[in-house]
């Protein structure tokens, strides 16, 4: 007999529900009353007409603890599709993270010119701060606020992953 898989995978699901109250919990509550990490969670209605939102997730596991929440979250009533854009193929995923930096002198200009460097914008400046706006990976958000510490980073407020996949399909296709 084989030994299982036990290596850690890390997804992105999409879920399509009806944006109705309870659908958000009733999700949630399927990973927590299981033990599944959410590593990220959006949500936001995009089809106004049918009543419908999509879910964002990111979670990790091993492939048949993530075959298991596919299938569980296709159970759920309010659903009407699950795509693990993982797997179906390339996908766009993007983050937005808006991050407060404090100084002065040196350490004001340098925070400035990495911000050139990641093309994150200023949204928000005073005699001793800035508040930038990034959109990109999670990877490269990382980056900037790893960097953005030494320079008086004090605050961070992050979006979690959005995603999408490529090619002329859509989410139930």
């Known amino acids: 007999m084989a030994p299982k898989d036990l290596s850690i995978e890390r997804r992105t699901i999409a879920v399509l529900v009806d944006n109705e109250p309870g659908v958000l919990a009733r999700v949630i509550g399927l990973f927590s009353g299981r033990g599944y990490n959410i590593e990220s969670l959006t949500v936001s209605e995009v089809d106004p007409a049918r009543r419908q939102s999509r879910i964002t997730i990111i979670t990790s596991g091993t492939p048949q603890i993530l075959e298991q929440i596919k299938a569980q979250?296709?159970?759920?009533?309010?659903?009407?599709?699950?795509s693990d854009l993982s797997q179906k193929g390339p996908s766009v995923e993007r983050e937005l993270a808006l991050v407060k930096v404090i100084g002065k002198g040196n350490k004001r200009v340098e925070s400035l010119r990495i911000a050139d460097?990641?093309?994150?914008?200023?949204?928000?400046?005073?005699?001793?701060?800035?508040?930038?706006?990034m959109t990109g990976s999670t990877d490269k958000l990382n980056v900037f606020i790893d960097l953005m510490r030494p320079l008086g980073l004090v605050d961070v407020s992050r979006t979690g992953v959005v995603a999408i996949s490529r090619g002329p399909t859509g989410l139930l296709s």
């Open 73 to 82: 979250l296709d159970r759920l009533v309010p659903v009407h599709g699950v």
């Open 117 to 133: 460097i990641f093309r994150a914008r200023v949204v928000d400046s005073g005699l001793e701060h800035f508040i930038f706006e």
